[in-house]
């Protein structure tokens, strides 16, 4: 314990929840399956990130979590790795319909961003990523949801529109990521957010993204996630 301590010290890190795990100091630490490993490898990723380090195995031990971190610290394999095994964990994962892991941005860039990333870990797996944010046409994304897909990358906004269109259900979703969720709300999101958050089970995994917490994102990470780990990377937080 005394040495996790000191490390976390030294990194400026800050780790507050019940029964937290010990950080990991190498992806080989976090227990994934060769094919996630050949595909970090792929990506160029030799070891995981400070906030990777801490987030990684709380998300991995099914815990909902508060990341607070710069950008460019490497938060998207943070949530993204981790959806990768919970959703190959699915003993349901051929059956039923609609995404199973939901990741929200709060614009088509970034959310683009998470997209190409996703892409990269779902890809030795089969499972497919669409895509829902504007820039592209909403029947395209219409029909491709209706095809099918085990994870979805999305704007609040458009996703909102395409399930009033029943392009998908939220049903089956249990693994929901709020990325950059204080410029979500600087954008006016809160509204299409807490609706996508009520049409998704209460005991879904829960990932809470920001770079600060405001009083209003602090409000909704306390009525939306359950006894979330908190962990703030750097000077922020
Ligand atoms: P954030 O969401 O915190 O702003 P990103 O997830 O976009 O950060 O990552 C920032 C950059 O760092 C990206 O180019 C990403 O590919 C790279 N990156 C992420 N994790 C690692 C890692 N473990 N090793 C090397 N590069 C990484
Ligand atoms: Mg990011």
């Given at each position: 314990e005394q040495d996790v301590t000191e490390y976390r010290n030294a990194l400026k890190i800050r780790v507050s929840g019940f029964d937290v795990p010990r950080p990991v100091k190498t992806f080989d630490d976090c227990g994934f399956p060769p094919p996630l490993m050949s595909a970090i490898t792929k990506q160029g990723y030799e070891k995981p990130t400070n906030i990777q380090c801490q987030a990684l195995p709380i998300v991995l031990s099914g815990s909902d979590i508060i990341g607070i971190a710069k950008t460019g610290s490497g938060k998207t394999a943070a949530f993204v790795l981790p959806m990768i095994v919970h959703i190959m964990d699915q003993p349901e994962l051929g059956k039923g319909e609609g995404p199973i892991g939901v990741i929200c941005a709060p614009t088509r860039e970034l959310a683009h961003q998470i997209y190409l990333e996703t892409r990269k870990f779902a890809k030795p797996y089969g499972l497919r990523v669409s895509a829902v944010y504007g820039g592209m046409s909403k029947l395209d994304q219409f029909k491709e949801l209706k095809a099918g897909a085990e994870i979805v990358v999305t704007?609040?906004?458009?996703?909102?529109?395409?399930?009033?269109?029943?392009?998908?259900?939220?049903?089956?979703?249990?693994?929901?990521?709020?990325?950059?969720?204080?410029?979500?709300?600087?954008?006016?999101?809160?509204?299409?957010?807490?609706?996508?958050?009520?049409?998704?089970?209460?005991?879904?995994?829960?990932?809470?993204?920001?770079?600060?917490?405001?009083?209003?994102?602090?409000?909704?990470?306390?009525e939306i996630l359950s006894d979330p780990v908190r962990v703030s990377v750097g000077e922020v937080g």
């Open positions: 704007t609040p906004g458009r996703l909102i529109d395409l399930l009033k269109m029943k392009a998908l259900t939220l049903k089956r979703a249990t693994y929901l990521v709020l990325d950059e969720a204080d410029r979500m709300f600087d954008l006016g999101f809160e509204p299409q957010i807490r609706s996508i958050v009520g049409q998704i089970r209460p005991d879904r995994q829960t990932l809470l993204f920001s770079a600060t917490m405001p009083r209003k994102v602090e409000k909704l990470a306390r």
